[in-house]
């Protein structure tokens, strides 16, 4: 075979020696050539053997792996929500007239009994000065004493009952004695008459006598009620806090007229505040009360949990969703009105099959990671389900105590893999297994 049947590399000069610069040879054939003058180059069957056992140990690739292990994991159902105030008021006067102070402003923190704001008191002092004395005439056309705080009374025992009642007993008396006499023909008809008649009006001032104890009686009630009313509204001239709270609005200021029902301010209770969640139609069969929830906002890692408090006795028929609420305490930084992420534990211990993450690979929507079968890759489509990030639960595609191998990056399905023991790390939790022995065919 001539040389001129092969395509020659250009030669370059170095030191005086003439040294190949690119020799393609076909990759189905080892052609040895021996020329003089080319510096004795040349290929022998036992170096080409041995670069291509070379190659193809480069080409098995050291992995790790880790087992498929069985773990109980939380089953929760995670929705969106927002804080609410746990109560909130605006506060209103419940009498009319100036303000003469506010005690509060923007942001005041506030216990329940305060003094918010307060209207001008003399116009309302006045008036219970003026239902006290009436009070005391009641009293005293009663014949009771002024000073006394009690009000009962037996109509019996009245002045005037009792004046009507003698009256009566000495008409009555009058008329029998008349009556005795007519009898025994001492009297006239006419005179009979007359002692009947003046018993007939005894009866009648008696009766009236009594009625007229009981319509004082009933003043004395009345006069008694509007004591207590303007007691009642001096007091409504200071506006109090109905529960401990923020002040979230100022709605009036001092020497402004206040008629009834204006609003002061406006009162808003933010310790603890409500979680309130909505619930799809599809996962409300779950939700119960006391369920554990968890509940993060956005910018702020911190996880906050309380318990499932209350749940409305239907769906929203527009919405389709169950509304849900939960008392979450708050620490200062909480603010109604907030969006919050938050999970339902619907079931704190279900059985499930983890892998780590770093086995997992997605691509266009699809999950796999890398099984260890007899010393290859073998690739495997799972189904995955929570996430952690210690974590991922397989729903379907591995088995228990199946290995997989850790950060596959371009691995090839039934590509050869070799396995090397991890450096060691106390904190890891994954399962790595020592490399096989050289020649057990892994």
Not at 413 to 436: F, I, K, Q, R, W
């Amino acid at each position: 075979m001539s040389i001129s049947h092969f395509e020659i590399p250009k030669i370059a000069r170095r030191g005086g020696r003439r040294i190949p610069v690119d020799f393609p040879c076909k990759a189905a054939m080892v052609v040895c050539l021996g020329v003089a003058g080319l510096g004795g180059f040349g290929c022998k069957p036992s170096d080409t053997r041995a670069s291509i056992e070379s190659s193809q140990a480069e080409s098995v690739r050291e992995v790790q792996v880790a087992l498929a292990a069985r773990r109980n994991l939380e089953r929760a159902v995670t929705v969106l929500g927002s804080f609410t105030a746990q109560e909130q008021a605006t506060l209103s006067v419940k009498v009319a007239g100036r303000l003469s102070g506010i005690h509060v402003d923007l942001g005041s923190r506030v216990r329940a009994g305060s003094v918010l704001a307060e209207i001008e008191r003399r116009d309302y002092e006045l008036r219970v000065r003026q239902s006290e004395a009436a009070l005391a005439q009641a009293r005293a056309r009663l014949g009771l004493p002024l000073d006394d705080g009690n009000d009962d009374i037996d109509v019996e025992e009245a002045g005037l009952v009792r004046q009507a009642r003698a009256v009566l007993q000495e008409a009555r008396a009058n008329r029998d004695r008349v009556s005795r006499l007519f009898d025994d023909g001492v009297l006239s008809h006419s005179e009979l008459d007359s002692a009947s008649a003046a018993f007939t009006v005894a009866t009648t001032r008696y009766e009236d006598a009594v009625e007229e104890v009981r319509q004082r009686i009933a003043v004395l009630a009345q006069r008694r009620v509007e004591l207590d009313i303007a007691r009642r509204q001096l007091e409504e001239t200071r506006l109090l806090a109905p529960f401990d709270g923020v002040v979230q609005a100022r709605l009036a200021g001092p020497g402004e007229f206040l008629n009834v029902g204006d609003p002061v301010v406006t009162l808003i209770q933010v310790d603890p505040l409500r979680l309130r969640l909505e619930i799809t139609e599809r996962d409300s069969p779950l939700i119960r009360t006391g369920q554990t929830v968890r509940a993060t906002i956005e910018g702020d890692s911190t996880l906050r949990t309380g318990r499932v408090d209350r749940i409305s006795p239907g769906i929203d028929p527009r919405l389709r969703m169950l509304v849900v609420e939960a008392d979450i305490a708050n620490d200062g930084s909480l603010h109604p009105g907030m969006f919050a992420r938050a999970s339902v534990v619907v079931n704190p211990t279900v059985p499930a099959i983890t892998v780590p993450p770093e086995a997992v690979v997605s691509f266009a929507g699809v999950e796999k990671v890398f099984a260890f079968e007899d010393g290859r890759a073998v690739e495997r489509n799972i189904v995955t389900g929570e996430h952690d990030t210690n974590w991922v639960e397989v729903i379907s595609g591995l088995e228990e105590s199946e290995r997989v191998i850790l950060s596959p990056g371009n691995l090839r399905n039934g590509e050869p893999v070799e396995l090397v023991m991890p450096p060691p790390d106390p904190g890891m939790t994954l399962h790595s297994e020592p490399a096989p022995a050289a020649g057990n065919g892994s």
